[in-house]
C-alpha cells in the first residue's frame, strides 16, 4: 500500500514518525521500555526514510516498521511542544502535520537541549552521527539538532515557516499550542510567550 505513496506524503508522514520517536524519547514520562523502542525507530526512520522518498522497497520496509515502533513508544508516554505548535499550524493553514512538525522539531529540540540529560547524545548515534563517544555534551546536542535537519532538508522539508505562518497569528496559536494535549508531556516547562518566540523564530 505504501509504495503508491508519492515522496512528498512519504517525507512528511516519514518525518512525523521521526518526530514521534524523538520527542516520546524526550518526554517527561519516558520510561526505559520506550526509550528502547524510540531508539530503534529513531534509527530505522534514520536510517531508511531517504530510500522510502525514493521508493525503495527496503526503504518502504525500514519506514513501516519504524513508524510502526514510534507508534508503540509515545502512545504510552505522550509527546511535546512540537506537536502542540504543529496542531495549530496543521488547523489554521492546512499544512500537512509532517510537514509542520520536521519545521518545528530542529527548534524544538534546541528549547528543550538543556532539560534532556545525555539523551541527545542517544539521538545522535541513533541517527548515525561519527564519533559522538569523543563530543562533550553541548556538541553532541548540537550534532543531533544537526542529524535531524539533514534529514529533513535531504527528503524536501522546508527549514522554515515562511510564507505558512502570518505574524499576526502567532499570538493565538501559542495559547492553543499551550492548552494542547502534548504540551505538558515537554521535558522543559514553557509559557505561552516563549512558545511566541518559537514560532516567530521560524519567519
Not at 2 to 12: G, I, K, N, Q, V
Not at 77 to 103: E, F, K, Q, R, W
Amino acid at each position: 500500500m505504501m509504495s503508491s505513496m508519492p515522496p512528498r506524503l512519504t517525507a512528511a508522514t516519514g518525518m512525523d514518525a521521526l518526530t514521534h520517536a524523538i520527542e516520546g524519547y524526550i518526554t517527561k514520562g519516558a520510561c526505559p521500555m520506550t526509550d528502547m523502542m524510540h531508539l530503534e525507530a529513531i534509527r530505522l526512520i534514520s536510517a531508511n526514510l531517504r530510500d522510502a522518498v525514493k521508493n525503495k522497497p527496503s526503504g518502504r520496509a525500514g519506514m513501516a516498521l519504524g513508524q510502526y515502533i514510534a507508534g508503540m513508544g509515545f502512545s504510552n508516554v505522550g509527546l511535546g511542544v512540537d506537536h502542540s505548535m504543529a496542531h495549530g499550524l496543521s488547523a489554521l493553514y492546512n499544512t500537512p502535520h509532517g510537514v509542520a512538525c520536521a519545521i518545528l522539531l530542529p527548534t524544538a529540540m534546541k528549547f528543550n537541549a538543556s532539560k534532556t540529560g545525555k539523551r541527545y547524545i542517544e539521538i545522535a548515534k541513533a541517527m548515525g552521527v561519527k564519533g559522538v563517544e569523543k563530543m562533550d555534551l553541548a556538541t553532541a546536542r548540537k550534532a543531533a539538532i544537526a542529524a535531524v535537519e539533514k534529514l529533513s532538508k535531504d527528503v524536501g522539508i522546508p527549514a522554515n515557516l515562511k510564507g505558512i505562518l502570518k505574524k499576526e497569528d502567532v499570538p493565538f496559536l501559542a495559547k492553543s499550542a499551550y492548552a494542547d494535549a502534548c504540551r505538558p508531556g515537554n521535558p522543559r516547562d514553557c509559557t505561552v510567550k516563549e512558545i511566541e518566540k518559537l514560532y516567530l523564530s521560524l519567519i
